[in-house]
């Protein structure tokens, strides 16, 4: 029988600078409203894990407003443990990139969607410099790895908008002892991801990735990547 439920709280972001469509809030908006893990190792039971979904706006002072009143209602409704995961695209990136640090800091490249360029700003004048994710990184890497999704270890988000309201979540959970974990993932674009998933080791994944020759079914790839991510993710906590 499951364990008692989790809820996961997935986020992603909407269309923002040049690019018309962002991959990562199709996959938000297309993921299973329920995942089951399978029993492993110490887990005797399957889990399940109730996704909440968001889309926040690719600007900081919205996106922040969004994400917090989110964060409020989940804790406040959720029956058991909470699990945080927030995706981002990261266009130069090849690979899934699991973020350890959130910096103090907002030094946007670009403007905001808002319009709001802060430079060499801080995101919160009481908070530390820097917050770490508290789930152990080496063990969800590993696992995503042996999954055949390609995956790997990223010391910080940025200084853009996914770093700054990854912060401020991660900052929101040190005083919620219902959040077990936060962790921001960067995406890579749903055709290089799946360039380098043909490269996979594992047979099936390698397979599968080459036969997404459509964006459609590039981003299907990615959100399957993602459910490992959150099914992991919740394991740990």
């Not at 695209?89 to 808002?114: C, T």
């Not at 990854?166 to 002892?177: D, E, G, H, I, W």
């Amino acid at each position: 029988m499951p364990t008692k439920a989790i809820t996961c709280l997935l986020t992603g972001f909407d269309a923002f600078g040049a690019n018309k469509v962002n991959p990562i809030e199709l996959i938000v908006k297309a993921f299973p409203d329920l995942l089951t893990t399978k029993p492993s190792g110490s887990l005797r039971h399957a889990k399940e894990i109730h996704n909440e979904k968001l889309i926040l706006p690719s600007a900081g002072v919205r996106g922040w407003k969004a994400l917090r009143a989110a964060l409020d209602h989940t804790v406040k409704n959720s029956p058991g443990p909470l699990c945080v995961v927030m995706t981002g695209l990261a266009q130069k990136r090849e690979r899934l990139n699991l973020e350890r640090f959130a910096i103090n800091i907002k030094d946007y490249g670009i403007a905001d969607n808002s319009g709001h360029q802060p430079l060499d700003k801080p995101i919160n004048k009481t908070a530390p410099d820097l917050l770490r994710t508290t789930i152990n990184l080496t063990t969800l890497n590993s696992a995503i790895n042996k999954t055949g999704y390609p995956a790997v270890i990223s010391n910080h988000a940025g200084t853009f908008i996914c770093n700054e309201l990854y912060f401020q979540a991660l900052n929101y959970a040190l005083n919620q002892p219902k959040i077990k974990s936060v962790i921001f993932v960067h995406v890579p674009t749903e055709k290089q991801f799946a360039q380098s998933a043909a490269k996979s080791k594992k047979k099936s994944i390698a397979s599968a990735a080459q036969k997404a020759n459509t964006s459609k079914k590039q981003i299907a790839l990615l959100g399957q990547a993602m459910a490992e991510i959150v099914a992991t993710a919740c394991k740990l906590i």
